[in-house]
Structure formats: C-alpha cells, structure tokens
C-alpha cells in the first residue's frame, strides 16, 4: 500500500497552488503571478469543474489551467536552495506540441531541473542534460513526485491514468554546485494550442534524512479526504455520485480513473477498490 495524503503534513513547507475554498474563490495564494511577454498578460486561471469553461482538478474544487504559451507562475525563494522535493499533479492535454511545464533554475535563470511533454512521454532532465522519460497517455492525470539535492541522481516517480505507479528512476545528477531558486509552473516553454491544468503542489527543501520522506500522492478515490487514517469506504463513493448529480464538488479526489472528468466510472472505479482491499491507492 502506498502512503495516502502527506502524514508529515507539519514537516512540509506545502505551498499549495490552489486554496481549496470549498465555497469561494480559487487563488494562486503563495506564487507570483507571472505575466510574461507575449501572453496577454494571463497567469494561471484557476478554476472549478462547475465553472462555464470547466477546469478539470484532481483534488478538491479547485486548479489551475494554463490555455498558452507564457501562461504560468512562479516561486522565487528566499534562499538559493541545495535540496528541493516535490508532488504536484498535472493534465496535459496538448494535440502534439512538447511543452515544458515544468522548471527550477538557479539565480542567474539557469535551468536545473526541468520537465516537458508530448503526447506519449513526460521527459526529465537535471542541468546534465541528460533526458529520462516515463511513458504517458494524454488527457489524463499524472502525479509527479520529485527529490533533487545538489550533486546527486534525482529521483523521480510518476503514476497516472488509473494505473500502478511506475518504478522510481533516477535522473543523471548535474552539477555538485547547483542551486535552485526559482520555480516555473505551467506552460514555461512550448507552442500550439492546447490547456495544461496543474493541482496540488505541495514542496519542501531539506537535506538530511529528511529529505527520505517522502510527500506522497493524494489516495486516488478519497472523495472525503478522510483516509490517511481510514480506508476507501461507502462515503467515497456517495459523495462521487452526489457530485455527479450536481449536489456539489467532492472535496478530495473523486476521478478515480484519472481522466480528467467525474462520472459513474469514478464511482465504479472506486468501489472495485473498496472491495479489493480498501487501501488508499
Ligand atoms: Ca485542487
Ligand atoms: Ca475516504
Ligand atoms: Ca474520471
């Protein structure tokens, strides 16, 4: 069984792109809104899948989409930082463009970390410019759970799509002298036309043996947020239903299979799981 939410939520500096504000308005709380040259001057829309033009989310009411090139925002740190750990889910849905959604680069903007997409392969690269991929389906959703520290192999693991997670791989390590200090989030580089909906960002920066423990993904079907001490139940399942009978956004993670929309798949998806074993999964 893997982890369910954070369980070392008081550890984590968690710097959430979205506010889950069950009844107000989404926000990009804690990122500099970027507006970048030749983007119209949109950053992150954040949104709901009730709105007119639906933002599709992975947990809670709220995301955040990029629809072009340039829109994205930005975490400018404090510090310039040796050790950099994070999960955040994304959805892209691209017809076939790479993009880039993804970027840590150093004070003088150099990149250190970066990740891009196209249709069938998220792609991984350190300032060694060394690309590892991980296959993908688009329009789906994908968690991407990362720990870099200075000098060293970064590890990196992806799940998504309704499927097992992928094997943990290492990406080749840059530079010794590496920093990180800022982050880029959403579409940071690429053309065409497309969306890239980004949720649940959630960082820390420690070295040590902390930086062993892991953020962990959300529990895939726990509707309720209620099971990093609880397995799947009935509730799960309810409340997936009452949302697709408009009575109202699930709070946690009802897109069971992941693909970006919630039906009664999901809540199939999610009693299949009550009755394997319950675990958060
Ligand atoms: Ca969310
Ligand atoms: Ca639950
Ligand atoms: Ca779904």
């Known amino acids: 069984m893997y982890s369910c939410v954070n369980r070392f939520g008081l550890q984590v500096a968690a710097l959430f792109l979205v506010v889950p504000g069950w009844a107000t308005a989404c926000s990009l709380n804690g990122w500099d809104e970027v507006a970048t040259a030749g983007s119209a001057g949109q950053v992150l829309t954040v949104g709901t899948p009730a709105d ?155 070295t040590g043996w902390e930086s062993d423990i892991a953020i962990g993904r959300l529990c895939r079907g726990d509707t309720d947020i209620d099971n990093y001490y609880r397995g799947l139940e009935a509730d799960d399942m309810v409340r997936t239903r009452n949302e697709v009978a408009g009575l109202g956004l699930a709070p946690g993670q009802p897109d069971c299979d992941e693909n970006g929309q919630v039906n009664s798949a999901d809540a199939t998806c999610i009693g299949a799981a009550i009755v394997r074993d319950a675990s958060c999964f």
């Not at 903007?109 to 392969?121: A, D, V, W």
């Not at 690309?131 to 993908?136: A, D, G, I, L």
């Not at 789906?140 to 943990?168: C, F, H, K, S």
């Not at 579409?187 to 420690?206: E, K, Q």
């Open 52 to 206: 007119a033009a639906p933002v599709p989310r992975y947990s809670g009411p709220c995301a955040a989409i990029a629809k072009a090139p340039g829109n994205y925002v930005t975490d400018t740190l404090t510090l310039e930082d040796w050790a950099y750990h994070a999960r955040f889910y994304v959805f892209v849905d691209v017809p076939a463009q790479e993009v880039e959604f993804f970027r840590a680069s150093n004070a003088s903007g150099q990149t250190i970390i970066k990740i891009r997409q196209n249709l069938t392969t998220l792609k991984f690269d350190t300032s060694a410019n060394v690309t590892f991929t991980s296959p993908v389906v688009p329009g789906r959703w994908y968690a991407i759970e990362l720990d870099w520290n200075a000098g060293q192999p970064m590890t990196v693991e992806v799940r998504g799509a309704g499927t097992d997670p992928t094997p943990r791989f290492s990406v080749v390590a840059g530079n010794a002298a590496d920093r990180i200090k800022k982050v880029s989030l959403g579409w940071v580089s690429g053309t065409g036309t497309g969306r890239i909906a980004i949720d649940a960002y959630a960082t820390r920066r420690l």
